[in-house]
């Protein structure tokens, strides 16, 4: 029986870092125990053929690594102990060579309290160049530098007869603030936008005009502080909307000194911007701008994590282009950009999502074809595919198919118990008022109104827009 936290920490790994590991353990200068070594490849590689069924017990284990020796329960926790550590070793030593710099500045540190004057300027030389190739100038750029001119200063102290002059310090310091500022900006707009979504707040504290001292500040010339200084701004204050437009002006001119996790960041502020306090608001005018930005973020490959395509944001980008009615340019994402989903995903998005396709463009006859392709994998997909069938047979005027629909719609929405109450009560909403439209007669203009105040009355509905649309047709 293989320890649960070894167990769940190897299947991580992927092939490569299985590889590298391997090697880590070999070295004696990490692992002086082959037994260790004798562990992780019967663990990684599988036992000999015939002796599968021994992997499920300690005794199996414990026989195809010590044949001659009698179980020994102690040495048998210590090896997976051991194994462990060394795995959690081996994950910290591949993050501390990650940046090419952390290595450098850590040999710098050693090297400034020698005198070995070529050896202390030839690294950090090495360092600085890495820092220019990087092209970056984001917080981690500024961290880096502080510490670099830090050990710089540090060198300076411990060699007598040097300039003493204070260049390092200063600008060890001045790299220290943009670094400070940086983060302690992230912090309060991250604050800001979980205000959004969630009820309880973050606790950041502040010194008093904090805004309007970054703002006099010589650090608002650097690029990640004013970034993080616009998003600020284009949070407490939305009706003044240059600074949305000035911030997307500087992450798509600038990308190039974020690196892709910084970007990440900023391009969700700036959509939820988009959504959440205007389309959101009735704004229906920024679906532009964010069909803009997710443009942006696909040519940059802002939103891709590995290669692939986050399903979330594949949704959102359809659903957007539908909205500014570019049905040409999402039919040709769905071809180019769905085998970029993790494997999983890729069917179900490609075939719902051209049914959802055909749907908007009036095609509604495909819908139901199209549909019959997709397995319901995920809830989803899964609820997505029931409401666009509904609304699909409302459009046919297929009263029959519609009418047994909603029954058993209903049926699945109540019985469902992996919907939040919050979610199940936009579909169940969305269900009653598709069929009190169904079911209304077309002279009752009073009974239409009501029907039409009621839907725009109610808060939590899906498919609201649509809805209303077919209330006022009606």
């Given at each position: 029986m293989?320890s649960?936290?070894?167990?769940?920490?190897?299947q991580?790994?992927?092939?490569?870092?299985k590889?590298?590991?391997?090697?880590?353990?070999?070295?004696p200068?990490?692992?002086?125990?082959?037994?260790l070594?004798?562990?992780y490849?019967?663990l990684?590689q599988g036992?000999?053929?015939?002796?599968?069924?021994?992997?499920?017990?300690k005794l199996?284990?414990?026989?195809?690594?010590?044949?001659?020796?009698p179980?020994?329960?102690?040495?048998?926790?210590?090896?997976?102990s051991?194994l462990?550590?060394?795995?959690?070793?081996?994950?910290?030593?591949?993050q501390?060579?990650a940046?090419?710099?952390t290595p450098?500045?850590?040999?710098?540190?050693?090297?400034?309290?020698?005198r070995l004057d070529?050896h202390?300027?030839?690294?950090?030389?090495?360092?600085?160049?890495?820092?220019?190739?990087?092209?970056?100038q984001?917080?981690?750029?500024h961290?880096?530098?502080?510490?670099?001119?830090r050990?710089?200063?540090?060198?300076m102290e411990?060699s007598?007869g040097?300039?003493?002059s204070?260049?390092?310090?200063?600008?060890a310091?001045?790299?220290?603030?943009?670094?400070y500022?940086?983060?302690?900006?992230?912090?309060y707009?991250?604050?800001?936008?979980?205000?959004?979504i969630?009820?309880?707040a973050?606790?950041?504290?502040?010194?008093?005009?904090?805004l309007?001292?970054?703002e006099?500040s010589?650090y608002l010339?650097?690029p990640?502080?004013?970034a993080?200084y616009?998003?600020?701004?284009?949070?407490?204050h939305?009706d003044?909307e240059a600074?949305?437009?000035?911030?997307?002006?500087?992450v798509e001119?600038q990308?190039?000194?974020?690196?892709?996790?910084?970007?990440?960041?900023l391009?969700i502020?700036?959509?939820?911007?988009c959504?959440?306090?205007?389309?959101?608001?009735?704004?229906?005018d920024?679906?532009?701008?964010?069909?803009?930005?997710?443009?942006i973020?696909l040519?940059?490959?802002?939103?891709f994590?590995?290669?692939?395509?986050?399903p979330?944001?594949y949704k959102?980008i359809?659903?957007?282009?539908f909205y500014?009615?570019?049905?040409a340019w999402?039919?040709n994402f769905?071809?180019e950009?769905?085998?970029?989903?993790?494997?999983?995903?890729?069917?179900?998005?490609?075939?719902y999502?051209?049914?959802q396709?055909?749907?908007?463009?009036?095609?509604?006859?495909?819908?139901?074809g199209?549909?019959?392709?997709?397995e319901?994998q995920?809830?989803?997909?899964?609820?997505?595919?029931k409401?666009?069938?509904?609304?699909t047979?409302?459009?046919?005027?297929?009263?029959?198919a519609l009418d047994s629909?909603?029954d058993s719609?209903?049926?699945?929405?109540?019985?469902?118990?992996?919907?939040s109450?919050?979610?199940?009560?936009?579909?169940?909403?969305?269900v009653?008022f598709t069929?009190?439209m169904?079911?209304?007669?077309?002279?009752?203009?009073?009974?239409?109104r009501?029907?039409k105040?009621?839907?725009?009355?109610?808060?939590?509905?899906?498919?609201?827009?649509?809805?209303?649309?077919?209330?006022?047709?009606?």
């Open positions: 293989i649960n936290k070894l167990n769940e920490l190897l991580t790994f992927s092939s490569t870092d590889l590298r590991f391997h090697k880590y353990l070999s070295s200068f990490f692992n002086e125990q082959k037994d070594i004798a562990l490849e019967l990684t036992p000999p053929p015939g002796k599968t069924e021994k992997m499920g017990s199996g284990l414990w026989k195809m690594l010590f044949p001659s020796l179980f020994d329960d102690v040495r048998y926790r210590r090896l997976h051991d462990l550590q060394l795995a959690l070793d081996f994950i910290g030593y591949q501390y060579r940046h090419p710099v450098k500045i850590f040999l710098l540190h050693a090297l400034a309290k020698t070529k202390f300027n030839g690294v950090a030389k090495q360092a600085e160049a890495d820092l220019e190739k990087s092209g970056h984001d917080a981690d750029f961290y880096f530098r502080y510490m670099l001119q050990r710089h200063h540090e060198h411990f007598p040097k300039d003493a204070f260049q390092y310090m200063e600008a310091d001045y790299h220290l603030d943009c670094y500022l940086t983060k302690k900006l992230e912090h707009c991250d604050m800001l936008g979980y205000q959004n969630r009820s309880a973050a606790d950041i504290y502040l010194f008093p005009d904090f309007t001292q970054v006099n010589p010339k650097e990640s502080v004013e993080y616009l998003v600020a701004l284009m949070a407490l939305p003044q600074y949305f437009f000035k911030l997307k002006a500087l001119k990308a190039e000194m974020f690196r892709k996790k910084e970007l990440q960041t391009f502020h700036l959509m939820n911007f959504i959440y306090t205007k389309i959101n608001n009735g704004r229906i920024y679906y532009k701008e964010l069909f803009a930005l997710y443009r973020a040519r940059q490959e802002i939103i994590d590995n290669g692939e395509l986050d979330h944001h959102n359809i659903t957007t282009s500014v009615r570019e049905f999402a039919e769905i071809q950009f769905t085998p970029r989903l993790p494997k999983a995903d890729q069917e179900n998005a490609l075939q999502n051209l049914a396709l055909y749907f908007h463009k009036g095609e509604f006859k495909k819908v139901i199209q549909l019959r392709e997709v319901y995920t809830l989803a997909y899964a609820l997505g595919s409401l666009l069938l509904l609304r047979y409302f459009e046919l005027g297929e009263e029959q629909l909603i719609f209903n049926i699945y929405l109540r019985r469902n118990k992996f919907m109450n919050e979610n199940k009560k936009q579909y169940l909403n969305a009653r069929k009190k169904a079911a209304v007669a077309p002279y009752d203009k009073e009974a239409i009501k029907i105040s009621q839907i725009e009355a109610c808060q939590a509905v899906a498919v609201k827009k649509w809805l209303l649309e077919k209330v006022d047709a009606l």
